[in-house]
C-alpha cells in the first residue's frame, strides 16, 4: 500500500522544518508494511529577494518593524518545537538567502530519489548550523553529504537547466491556491501549517484506511 503525500515549504520558514519533523515523526509510528511516496513542491516566501540574499538582521527588522519583534518570534519558535529535535541556531545565520536554487537542487534530487534527505540536510544546513543555502558551493557541499555528484550540482547551478521547470512547479502550487507553507496533501486531503504529530498521524491513519477501503473494493469487483 501506498499513501502520497506531498509538502509544499520553503527551506527559510522554520514552520516547514517543524511540520516536516512531525509528519516524519508520524510516519515512523505507522505500519511498516506501508510505503509513502513523499514529494516535494518549491514555494517562495521571498521571492523578490536577490540572488546574493541580504544581512538577516537588516532584512528581519525590516520585515517586522524591530530586531526585537524578529528576535521574540525566533524564540517562539524553538520554544514552539522543544519536542521536534530540532536544534535552531538563529545566532549562526547572518543572512536570509534566495532559496530559488535550493529549490532547483531539490528537483535533481527527487530524479536521484533523494529529495527527502536532501531537504533535511537544506533545513539543518540553515536553520541548525547558519549555513548559506543560496550559494551554490554550500548547496553542492549539502548535496554532496547526501550522495548527489558534486559536479552535476554545481553544473546545474550555474547553468539555466531546471529553472523554467521550477518556476513552473512554483507557479503551480500559487494557481492551486496555495499561499502559505507549509502545505501538505496526504492522499489529496489538505493539511495546512505545522500540525502535531498526533494530528498528522491520525490524518495519515484515515489515509491507509481509505485506500485498503478503495482496493478491497476494486478486489471485490473484479
Known amino acids: 500500500m501506498t499513501v502520497t503525500v506531498t509538502i509544499t515549504s520553503d527551506f527559510i520558514c522554520p514552520w516547514c522544518l517543524i511540520g516536516e519533523r512531525r509528519l516524519a515523526k508520524a510516519i515512523r509510528a505507522l505500519p511498516s508494511d506501508v510505503t509513502f511516496d513523499i514529494k516535494w513542491r518549491p514555494f517562495e516566501l521571498n521571492p523578490t529577494m536577490p540572488s546574493e540574499g541580504m544581512d538577516r538582521r537588516i532584512y528581519r527588522t525590516a520585515k517586522f518593524g524591530s530586531w526585537e519583534r524578529s528576535q521574540m518570534l525566533d524564540a517562539q519558535t524553538t520554544e514552539a518545537a522543544r519536542d521536534d529535535d530540532i536544534a535552531f541556531d538563529y545566532a549562526a545565520i547572518k543572512k536570509t538567502p534566495n532559496t530559488f536554487l535550493a529549490h532547483r537542487l531539490m528537483r535533481l534530487a527527487e530524479q536521484r530519489g533523494v529529495a527527502t534527505g536532501v531537504a533535511n540536510a537544506i533545513f539543518a544546513a540553515y536553520f541548525e548550523q547558519g549555513r548559506d543555502i543560496g550559494n551554490v558551493e554550500t548547496l553542492a557541499d549539502i548535496a554532496t553529504e547526501s550522495g548527489l555528484d558534486r559536479s552535476e550540482v554545481r553544473a546545474l547551478c550555474q547553468s539555466d537547466e531546471s529553472e523554467i521547470e521550477t518556476r513552473a512547479a512554483e507557479n503551480a502550487q500559487y494557481a492551486a491556491g496555495i499561499h502559505s507553507v507549509p502545505h501538505f496533501s ?37
Request: proline residues 0%; glycine residues 8%; hydrophobic residues 40%.
Open 186 to 222: 496526504i492522499n489529496g486531503h489538505i493539511v495546512s501549517g505545522a500540525q502535531s504529530v498526533e494530528t498528522f498521524e491520525a490524518i495519515l491513519r484515515r489515509a491507509i484506511e481509505r485506500t485498503d477501503a478503495h482496493a478491497s473494493g476494486i478486489s471485490s469487483n473484479t
